[in-house]
């Protein structure tokens, strides 16, 4: 399916590009985040506005748009291909993304009356936050962040402090496991309108957590969610009259195809405790990085 599809997109969006260069890195930080995306299902989705803002001299609030957009899109293809192979779990996906739909055009709305520099410096603290938690996980927990050695079916004895699994893997769905689920789902949602971000970090460890899936069936998931809340994110930022990018949109979105494509192979090869490290470590760089230019 990408080769029939990727060519002819490419080719569409690099015509309404100024300048090769421009083109190049466009593909080549959409492919930076496909390729996190495909690896972890969450976190590398956090890079996205700071390539854009700094890499390709976009502002902050388009960058976000530009994000939601790329960044849903990418999901949305990882998330169907996992579908289809049975690895996805729709109902708890579909309620997690319910309410992540609702928490996105608040989270815009807000964005929309925050100042762009202080827009930055709450996002440089949200990378720090996440890094943080990524690092504790990947020292603490190193079992939850083999996402690419996990089963991928949800196993009967895994229990989170909500929600309780039937024997046969099953979510039984109580009253507080209703309202922890939509209450994560709300969290991540108004991250993703606010900053732009596709919210598995904050997905990925609530389904693990709170419904005891799978680490693997929960990367699936949350590519699934990922892809709904972005739909809400992008639709309340056009609504709010701000500009979206095609072209610059198209080639994050045919870079970020490609990366994910990568990431899913090498899934098979990587993971554990190192390379979520790694990530923090990364996180951390550029939230020191957007302090610096800020300040300057």
């Known amino acids: 399916m990408l080769s029939l599809i990727g060519p002819r997109l490419l080719f569409a ?34 890079f996205a506005v700071p390539l854009l803002v700094y890499g390709l001299a976009v502002r ?7 994000s939601l957009a790329a960044v849903g899109a990418t999901a949305l293809v990882g998330g169907l291909r996992r579908l289809a192979r049975g690895e996805v779990e729709v109902r708890t996906g579909l309620l997690f993304a319910a309410a992540g739909m609702i928490g996105a055009p608040a989270g815009s709305w807000l964005g929309g009356r925050v100042p762009e520099g202080v827009l930055l410096i709450l ?85 693990v957590l709170v419904t005891g899936m799978g680490i693997h069936r929960a990367v699936a998931t949350s590519l699934l969610v990922i892809a709904l809340v972005s ?47 790694l990530f923090a470590a990364a996180m951390v760089a550029v939230a020191a990085f957007i302090v610096l230019k800020s300040q300057f």
């Open 123 to 207: 996002f440089a603290a949200l990378m720090v936050a996440v890094a943080v938690r990524m690092w504790r996980q990947a020292v603490r927990r190193p079992e939850e962040s083999r996402a690419v050695r996990a089963e991928s079916r949800p196993r009967a004895h895994e229990q989170g402090p909500s929600c309780r699994r039937d024997p046969s893997g099953r979510l039984r769905m109580t009253s507080r496991c209703f309202a922890v689920l939509i209450l994560a789902g709300l969290v991540a949602g108004v991250l993703s309108g606010l900053f732009g971000v596709g919210g598995g970090f904050v997905i990925v460890p609530a389904l």
């Open 60 to 66: 902050p609030r388009e960058a976000i748009g530009v």
């Open 231 to 277: 739909v809400s994110g992008v639709a309340s930022y056009l609504a709010a009259g701000r500009p979206l990018p095609l072209s610059l949109t198209g080639l994050f979105v045919a870079g970020g195809l490609a990366g994910m494509e990568f990431g899913a192979l090498t899934s098979r090869h990587l993971g554990g405790p190192g390379l979520q490290k």
């Open 13 to 46: 969006v690099s015509s309404g590009v100024n300048g090769g260069g421009h083109t190049a890195l466009g593909l080549v930080f959409g492919s930076i985040v496909g390729f996190s995306l495909g690896l972890t299902g969450g976190g590398g989705s956090i």
